[in-house]
């Protein structure tokens, strides 16, 4: 099975440019969601989304823009990069329970974004 | 305080002890509690659910303890695949951004 599915893996920007981190589940969850993960900081949620053509900011969602036209997908834009931006990025999806997740969230391998 | 706290270590742990380590929540409404396993760049992954009565997986036992808002996770005989990060997430309930991690404890299991 593959789970929760991110590419790229790694991803070097320079300042001002934008990109897409692209997420795909093949578990047929409602619930998806976007970490980013800083040293010392903890994993802090960026956006999330309880299903397709619903979605909401997390803690984190200044910089960063997602969408949900399916179940499967849920992309993260970046709209011009900044070195604050520099963090690895998870996706992470749930089956959900009253709109939002239960405890088991299954996480992608992760995205290494550096922005120069 | 902060939603959810957690000694950040390092533990430094012999192979074959026993460690122990707690998770403290701030909000007393909190509906579900768990602890993930990180591994060096890696995902974060369910390790173990806790629940209200305490719980074992092998080596492994969770507990909770309401009164004091903490959890707490207790690993026997390690192994030096239990050198990890484990973080504490507590589910507040309320709406789909409810999860919230603590910052994880660092284990360094030594020969």
């Known amino acids: 099975n593959a789970g929760v599915t991110q590419t790229p893996k790694f991803q070097v920007l320079k300042t001002g440019q934008s990109m897409t981190l692209q997420c795909a589940q093949d578990?047929?969850?409602?619930?998806m969601s976007w970490y980013r993960q800083d040293p010392g900081m903890g994993l802090r949620l960026i956006h999330y989304s309880v299903g397709a053509g619903i979605t909401d900011q997390g803690e984190v969602p200044n910089g960063y823009n997602v969408s949900r036209s399916t179940t499967e997908d849920f992309p993260l834009r970046l709209l011009s990069a900044a070195p604050s931006q520099t963090s690895v990025y998870f996706c992470?999806?749930?089956?959900?329970?009253?709109?939002?997740?239960?405890?088991?969230?299954?996480f992608g391998e992760g995205s290494r974004l550096t922005v120069l | 305080r902060k939603e959810v706290e957690q000694d950040p270590g390092p533990f430094n742990v012999p192979e074959g002890a026993t460690v122990a380590f707690n998770c403290t929540y701030s909000?007393?409404?909190?509906?579900?509690f768990f602890w993930y396993r990180q591994d060096c760049r890696k995902e974060p992954k369910l390790l173990m659910s806790v629940y209200s009565s305490g719980n074992e997986d092998g080596r492994f036992t969770a507990q909770l303890n309401r009164a004091s808002q903490y959890i707490s996770l207790l690993i026997r005989d390690s192994k030096l695949s239990d050198s990890a990060t484990y973080l504490c997430v507590v589910n507040r309930g309320g709406g789909a951004d409810g999860l919230t991690f603590g910052k994880g404890t660092h284990l360094i299991i030594q020969p």
């Open positions: 909000n007393s409404a909190s509906q579900s």
């Open positions: 992470a999806s749930s089956g959900g329970y009253m709109g939002g997740p239960t405890g088991e969230l299954f």
């Open positions: 578990m047929n969850h409602e619930y």
